[in-house]
T-cell receptor, first 114, second 116 residues
Framework: ETGVTQSPTHLIKTRGQQVTLRCSSQSGHNTVSWYQQALGQGPQFIFQYYREEENGRGNFPPRFSGLQFPNYSSELNVNALELDDSALYLC?????????????FGQGTRLTVV | AQKVTQVQTEISVVEKEDVTLDCVYETRDTTYYLFWYKQPPSGELVFLIRRNSFDEQNEISGRYSWNFQKSTSSFNFTITASQVVDSAVYFC?????????????FGGGTRLMVKP
């Protein structure tokens, strides 16, 4: 186990709704990254938070937003859900955001949009 | 063009066979890191190895070995004497100095099935 926990584990939402996914990082880790993994594909970087500030963003629309709290836990919010948002959402925490820093992944939240 | 390419989408072997998973990457950075992760059915990505762009020394860890060749932009992963527990999806990933923090760019993954 990596110590990174995500909730919920599974979620079903209707197109157009909003969803919030949560991530509790490993103790002491101040950096959280979110990835989207569509079925049969590799994870794609959504964004990263370092000490409560967004530290980088991938090619995702603004309806994907996030937060990092003072305890370094994080939320991923997705508005106006689309069918293509159905995926496994992975959270990764690390101690710092340096290039060679190892990221520890949670088990993910599987989101299904119907 | 994809930055990280894993041409083998699925490999099936019989237990005790050796298997090599290929990874080819593309970057303009001189400083970068390459990773391999294992994803079992539970979904969590398990870190296997990290290699920096200045260290081409091959590495062996038990039944696992990695061959990094900058000349061909490849970072291949070999499992010797495969076991059923090795069955999983394996991802190669790249972290570049020109990108945010320790952002990872993943390949499409290779599903390895080891049959008894």
């Amino acid at each position: 186990e990596t110590g990174v926990t995500q909730s919920p584990t599974h979620l079903i939402k209707t197109r157009g709704q909003q969803v919030t996914l949560r991530c509790s990082s490993q103790s002491g880790h101040n950096t959280v990254s979110w990835y989207q993994q569509a079925l049969g594909q590799g994870p794609q970087f959504i964004f990263q938070y370092y000490r409560e500030e967004e530290n980088g963003r991938g090619n995702f629309p603004p309806r994907f937003s996030g937060l990092q709290f003072p305890n370094y836990s994080s939320e991923l919010n997705v508005n106006a859900l689309e069918l293509d948002d159905s995926a496994l959402y992975l959270c990764a925490s690390s101690l710092g955001a340096r290039l060679n820093t190892e990221a520890f992944f949670g088990q993910g939240t599987r989101l299904t949009v119907v | 063009a994809q930055k990280v390419t894993q041409v083998q989408t699925e490999i099936s072997v019989v237990e005790k066979e050796d298997v090599t998973l290929d990874c080819v990457y593309e970057t303009r950075d001189t400083t970068y890191y390459l990773f391999w992760y294992k994803q079992p059915p539970s979904g969590e990505l398990v870190f296997l190895i990290r290699r920096n762009s200045f260290d081409e020394q091959n590495e062996i860890s038990g039944r696992y070995s990695w061959n990094f060749q900058k000349s061909t932009s490849s970072f291949n992963f070999t499992i010797t004497a495969s076991q059923v527990v090795d069955s999983a999806v394996y991802f190669c990933a790249l972290s570049e100095a020109s990108n945010a923090g320790n952002m990872l760019t993943f390949g499409g993954g290779t599903r390895l099935m080891v049959k008894p």
